[in-house]
C-alpha cells in the first residue's frame, strides 16, 4: 500500500511563496494536482523517481518547481509569485504504472489527502 502525506499549504499574500511537501516512499514518479472549488482536478506538475525528468502546466511554468529528495522520502512544489488564482486543494499523486510523465489524473494510482492553498489578492 502506497501512502502519500502532503502538507505545508496556507493562507499566503499575492506574490508570496509556498513550499508544499509530500511524504511518499517507493520508486515511482509523482505528481502534483490541484482542485478548486466547482472545476476539475487539473495537472500542475510531475517528476520521475530519479528526479532526471520533470513536467509542468503553463499555467505554472516560471513559477512553480517540482523536485525531491530521495534521501528524504519527499516530493517538493515550490511555490513562487503566487496568484489567488492558484487557490485550490494542491493533492500529490503516485503513478505507479507509465514509462512517461503523465499530466492525466487517471493514470495516478494513489492519491493524498490534500493541502488548502488559499492565495489573497
Known amino acids: 500500500q502506497v501512502q502519500l502525506v502532503e502538507s505545508g499549504g496556507g493562507l499566503v499574500q499575492a506574490g508570496g511563496s509556498l513550499r508544499l511537501s509530500c511524504a511518499a516512499s517507493?520508486?515511482?514518479?509523482i505528481g502534483w494536482f490541484r482542485q478548486a472549488p466547482g472545476k476539475e482536478r487539473e495537472f500542475v506538475a510531475a517528476?520521475?523517481?530519479?528526479?532526471?525528468?520533470?513536467s509542468n502546466a503553463d499555467s505554472v511554468k516560471g513559477r512553480f518547481t517540482i523536485s525531491r529528495d530521495n534521501a528524504k522520502n519527499t516530493v517538493y512544489l515550490q511555490m513562487n509569485s503566487l496568484k489567488p488564482e492558484d487557490t485550490a486543494v494542491y493533492y500529490c499523486?503516485?503513478?505507479?504504472?507509465?514509462?512517461?510523465?503523465?499530466?492525466?489524473?487517471?493514470?495516478?494510482?494513489?492519491w493524498g489527502q490534500g493541502t488548502q492553498v488559499t492565495v489573497s489578492s
Open positions: 499523486a503516485a503513478d505507479l504504472r507509465s514509462s512517461f510523465l503523465s499530466m492525466s489524473r487517471w493514470t495516478y494510482d494513489y
Open positions: 517507493g520508486r515511482y514518479a
Open positions: 517528476i520521475s523517481w530519479s528526479g532526471g525528468s520533470t
